[in-house]
């Protein structure tokens, strides 16, 4: 028998080799390989359908893959499922509770319904959940009288019973208002503090964003990006530059290209942008007319005062700056516009895709 471990692999919480789950001849899910490492608040992303509940079903052991496994812990879900089971909590679709019962006896039903029942700190382990959701001073009242953040909070409370180790959460801010997703988000944030392992689906990009170190991205059932919101989030990040004339704006892109080959190799590219400068949300290139005033220049936010200097060394004065942080949903724009697979900038309800124009270099016709 070979006990060797090799490094870092004990820390590996969930891995999928090549997860599959078709229905008929709909694959739901795809050769699916992920990997959470322990204390990760892992976002699960992807549209409506891509996959996510019945990636998340097959993990917990509800459906059987059509292909491939999951590890959990180490183990194999197909071999040792009640050995896992025991060290996870989940929320997966609505749970069910007694509408006449209060949030506490609910959770009393379920503590007595499992091990926790011969438990003697089984009462003192319910108002901790209680503390930890935020739900004491409502923990009197009858389940049917709850909000809608509060069912979902119950919910997590009653995932939490038995302090596991990892806790999966299906679309946990799912129909809630801003102030009910704030208050879940807290709730992660609070649980990953404890050292809590966190896997949650969401097809809100913007909120993962706020909430997890590492994502997944699904879309259509393949996995398109797996790796840190960091590095994502860096990625997409640009400057928004408008001159004061076209001819500024060639000029300007001129002198970019020319620092770019000399060595400026931050600069990754300079593109024309449309006119939405000065919007809330400035996604250029989506949403309203080019203009040819302006550019848009892929490199680190950080670097545009460096961008603003050269500039003016040649008497080039930008009559905007924007250094723009870049967003998930603008990675998912990026990665699925060059993703290998048909359909991908057809997502309903996610970014449309929209591509960059191009400055027109001099000698270039401009329309
Ligand atoms: N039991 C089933 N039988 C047939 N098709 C199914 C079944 N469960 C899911 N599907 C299909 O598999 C695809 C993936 O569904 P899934 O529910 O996993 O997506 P999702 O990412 O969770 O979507 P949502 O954001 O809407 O919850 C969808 O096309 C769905 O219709
Ligand atoms: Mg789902």
């Not at 996870?88 to 503590?111: C, H, K, M």
């Not at 596991?164 to 799912?174: C, W």
């Amino acid at each position: 028998m070979n006990n060797i471990i090799l490094p870092g692999e004990d820390d590996t919480i969930i891995s999928t080799s090549r997860l599959t789950k078709a229905f008929g001849n709909l694959v739901a899910v795809n050769d699916l390989n992920l990997r959470v490492m322990r204390g990760d608040v892992f976002g699960f992303l992807g549209p409506n359908g891509s996959g996510k509940t019945t990636t998340i079903r097959m993990l917990l052991g509800l459906i059987r893959p059509t292909a491939g496994h999951a590890f959990i812990f180490g183990m194999d879900n197909q071999y040792q499922l009640p050995a896992i089971l025991r060290r996870i909590g989940a929320v997966v679709e609505t749970p069910v509770f007694y509408p006449y019962l209060s949030g506490r006896d609910n959770l009393r039903v379920i503590a007595a319904a499992s091990d926790m029942a011969r438990h003697p700190l089984n009462d003192k382990r319910i108002e901790e959940v209680l503390e930890l959701v935020e739900l004491r001073a409502y923990a009197g009242l009858a389940y049917h009288a709850y909000s809608l953040g509060m069912k979902q909070r119950l919910g997590i409370a009653a995932a939490l019973l038995t302090d596991p180790e990892l806790i999966l959460l299906d679309e946990p801010t799912n129909g809630l208002d801003p102030v009910g997703m704030v208050e879940i988000r807290r709730l992660i944030a609070h649980l990953a503090q404890q050292g809590k392992t966190i896997f949650l689906s969401s097809h809100i990009l913007h909120e993962v964003q706020q909430v997890c170190n590492r994502v997944a991205i699904l879309h259509r059932g393949n996995l398109i990006k797996q790796g840190d919101v960091a590095d994502l989030l860096r990625q997409s990040e640009y400057i928004l530059i408008r001159m004061n004339s076209a001819q500024e704006a060639q000029a300007a892109c001129q002198v970019l290209q020319e620092a770019r080959e000399r060595g400026a190799m931050w600069i990754k590219s300079i593109t024309g942008a449309s006119n939405g400068i000065g919007k809330q949300r400035i996604r250029a290139g989506a949403a309203g007319e080019q203009d040819p005033a302006m550019l848009r220049i892929e490199a680190p936010a950080a670097r545009s005062a460096e961008i603003n200097a050269l500039l003016a060394r040649h008497d080039l004065f930008a009559a905007e700056l924007h250094p723009y942080q870049g967003s998930l949903e603008e990675a998912f724009l990026e990665l699925t516009a060059t993703a290998q697979f048909p359909g991908a900038s057809a997502v309903s309800g996610w970014p449309a895709l929209a591509p960059l124009g191009k400055v027109p270099l001099e000698g270039e016709a401009r329309q």
